[in-house]
């Protein structure tokens, strides 16, 4: 399988799963756009790909924003000259003391943000990468979305990030139905439980108790998030468009 020369967008790529995302398409041969608010992790990801041998670019910025969205968008396309794949990655899931907030401990604001990020940045990026592959009629769009999107067993998140996932998950059929007609697809990855820094994020015993309600007995690594989504921008899913791909060891199967 190699992706040659493609070149991939992804948000949040500065740690975690979307670090492992950019590392993953640059290994398959991608030319690399790497979006974080974090410029130190930024960096530290466009080196690590650079060393690699693939060109790698960074563009700061909240994928909150629309015009930011449209901005490092058209950037990415001039400096790497085109856009084939966009991996909408970027999310938050604020705790309450390492733990779930319940929606009565949820402020306004806080609902707002979650949304802003998780599901309005799928929209931003999408409509803005949308703007070159239509012309082009070729492209891939994976959102990350998770598990408690579909199932509501909301483990270590509140209803603001369940609602938000979910969002994405109808979202992704959506988009697929719009875009289908000039060749490009668009699908969804739902993690279950990964071990990224988002994982420290909860207090031990919450995660212990996540770990022993996994089928496969263990936490994902960010790397088989990654391998989801390389699978998806693939020849492999050349035929798949609308799909969400559960990447769990079975916590939560349909
Ligand atoms: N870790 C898990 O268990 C898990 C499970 C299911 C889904 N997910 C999803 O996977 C994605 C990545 O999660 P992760 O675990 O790697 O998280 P993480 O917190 O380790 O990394 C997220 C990255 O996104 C960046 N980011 C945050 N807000 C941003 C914004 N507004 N604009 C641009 N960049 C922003 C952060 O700086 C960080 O580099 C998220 O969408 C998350 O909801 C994670």
Request: contains cysteine; glycine residues 12%; aromatic residues 6%.
């Amino acid at each position: 399988m190699k992706l040659d020369g493609q070149k991939a967008f992804i948000t949040g790529a500065g740690q975690g799963i979307g670090e492992a995302i950019a590392l993953k398409l640059a290994e398959y041969g991608c030319d690399v756009a790497i979006n974080d608010v974090s410029k130190e992790n930024a960096e530290e990801a466009r080196g690590k790909i650079q060393a690699m041998g693939r060109r790698a670019i960074t563009l700061l910025g909240d994928v909150a924003d629309f015009p930011e969205a449209e901005k490092m968008v058209k950037q990415a396309v001039d400096q790497l000259g085109g856009m084939d794949i966009l991996v909408n990655n970027a999310g938050i899931s604020p705790k309450k003391e390492g733990r779930k907030p319940k929606i009565y401990e949820i402020e306004e604001q806080e609902w707002d943000r979650v949304m802003a990020v998780n599901l309005k940045g799928v929209f931003n990026f999408s409509k803005a990468a949308l703007a070159f592959m239509i012309p082009k009629k070729k492209g891939r769009i994976v959102n990350i979305a998770s598990i408690t999107g579909k199932t509501g067993n909301s483990g270590p998140v509140g209803v603001h990030y369940v609602a938000s996932k979910a969002g994405v998950i109808g979202m992704t059929k959506a988009m697929a139905y719009d875009v289908a007609e000039f060749g490009i697809t668009v699908n969804a990855v739902a993690p279950g439980v990964i071990d990224s820094p988002l994982r420290k994020m909860s207090t031990p015993e919450v995660n212990e108790a996540l770990r022993r309600a996994i089928p496969l007995g263990r936490f994902g690594t960010p790397e088989e998030v990654a391998d989801g989504v390389l699978f998806l921008v693939s020849d492999f899913a050349k035929y798949i468009t609308g799909e969400t791909l559960d990447v769990t060891g079975g916590w939560g199967m349909d």
